[in-house]
């Protein structure tokens, strides 16, 4: 048998270290350079914004785009931002860190996206904004948030980390909201090891986001009015993201076929499995995750472990936001009880879908999955 399936194993080659000797020849290594340029201008175009901004991870991504939108429509303290329960800590922090309170939602249980038939009850007079995060290789059903912004005012933010070049409908996930985020971590559909980009179609915003990655300098470069951050990326790690930028499609057709692959094969697994498409997307199997059913006798966790005994790396599901610690010693989250969100913790997680996975390697994990509910 082969060695240990990692859960995620980056596919970097060739291209990288071409475009990246380029910046070494030519001294292109800091925070300007032609890589920067192209990958702002091409990938916000292939995305569908104006304007995109480099920065060094998918975390403060977010944290500009709160910043920004906070700054530019006058939001006060203490007002509220909708998102999902079921997300990464990142989509929750940069509210808390500008003093906005993230509203928890529970998620679809089909799709594991926020439920947006739950949004427009959570709105109240200090809602500002709904942060949608596209999660696992689905996109949120953008219509009705669209909707609901529409009617209360509100301003849409688009955390599309998991979701380069994903579509919903006609368009592509990060080009229907005030703001979009995107990450190039090692797990990503563009990646560069660490960074990640900001986009948006609003000028105003695109300058102050720039203004404020770059430590607020101003026209006197270091006579400052106010503070800001070093949150740049440089032209090495864009040299990197722009060289799988290049293979985007082509990434997204080998994880459509790895989740068809996968899905053939364990399809008679008493769990569920990734929704393979709605009336408004097809599943592209970001990650491919598995919910047991209820009946199981084991849960996640131990699921994980056995697995990891045969060999096999998994990730669990996110630990919902409503239930962090921190978010309950603080008081931002309440008693509230988000079933959906609580179960797919218990009973998700993900199997190996890194792109340098082979058929093979997929047949092997789906062998060791099934052989989970035997005996
Ligand atoms: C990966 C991810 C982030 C954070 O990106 P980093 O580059 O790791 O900081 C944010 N949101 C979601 C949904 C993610 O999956």
New binding site residues.
């Given amino acids: 048998m082969s060695g240990f399936i990692p859960v995620n194993e980056p596919s970097v080659g060739n291209k990288e270290k071409e475009y990246l000797s380029e910046c070494i020849e030519t001294g292109w290594i800091s925070s300007e350079g032609p890589f920067l340029k192209k990958l702002e201008a091409d990938f916000s175009a292939y995305t569908g914004q104006k304007y995109g901004s480099c920065v060094c991870?998918?975390?403060?991504a977010?944290d500009l785009a709160i910043k920004v939108m906070k700054e530019q429509y006058n939001w006060r303290d203490g007002d509220e931002i909708i998102m999902p329960s079921f997300?990464?800590i990142?989509?929750a922090q940069c509210c808390v860190f500008h003093n906005l309170k993230p509203v928890f939602i529970d998620s679809e249980p089909l799709t594991w996206n926020i439920d947006t038939s739950k949004i427009e009850a959570a709105i109240t007079p200090k809602t500002r904004a709904i942060i949608v995060?596209h999660?696992y290789g689905l996109p949120t059903d953008m219509t009705p948030v669209l909707e609901l912004a529409k009617k209360y005012g509100l301003k849409v933010i688009e955390?599309s980390?998991?979701a380069h070049g994903l579509r919903y409908k006609d368009k592509i996930c990060g080009s229907m909201s005030d703001i979009s985020?995107f990450?190039?971590?090692a797990n990503?559909h563009i990646t560069c090891g660490?960074?990640?980009m900001v986009m948006t179609s609003d000028e105003e915003l695109y300058e102050k986001i720039k203004f404020y990655k770059n430590l607020a300098f101003s026209k006197d470069r270091f006579i400052h009015e106010t503070l800001g951050w070093n949150y740049r990326m440089s032209n090495l790690q864009a040299a990197v993201a722009y060289a799988s930028f290049e293979r985007l499609e082509e990434t997204i057709k080998k994880k459509k076929r790895m989740g068809a692959l996968y899905t053939e094969l364990l399809k008679d697994i008493p769990a569920q499995l990734p929704c393979p498409k709605t009336p408004y997307a097809e599943n592209n199997y970001w990650v491919f995750g598995i919910v047991l059913n209820d009946d199981v006798k084991f849960n996640a966790k131990e699921a994980m472990e056995r697995l990891k005994d045969l060999g096999i790396g998994t990730r669990p599901f996110f630990y919902p936001m409503h239930l962090q610690p921190v978010f309950k010693k603080s008081g931002i989250a309440g008693n509230q009880d988000l079933p959906v969100s609580k179960r797919l913790y218990e009973r998700g997680f993900y199997i190996p879908s890194g792109l340098k996975l082979t058929d093979e390697q997929i047949r092997e994990t789906a062998q060791k999955v099934i052989s989970l509910f035997k005996g």
Avoid: R
């Avoid at 991870?57 to 403060?60: A, D, F, S």
């Fill in positions: 991870n998918g975390t403060v977010l997300t990464i990142s989509t995060v999660i955390d980390a998991q985020t990450s190039f971590y990503k660490e960074g990640g």
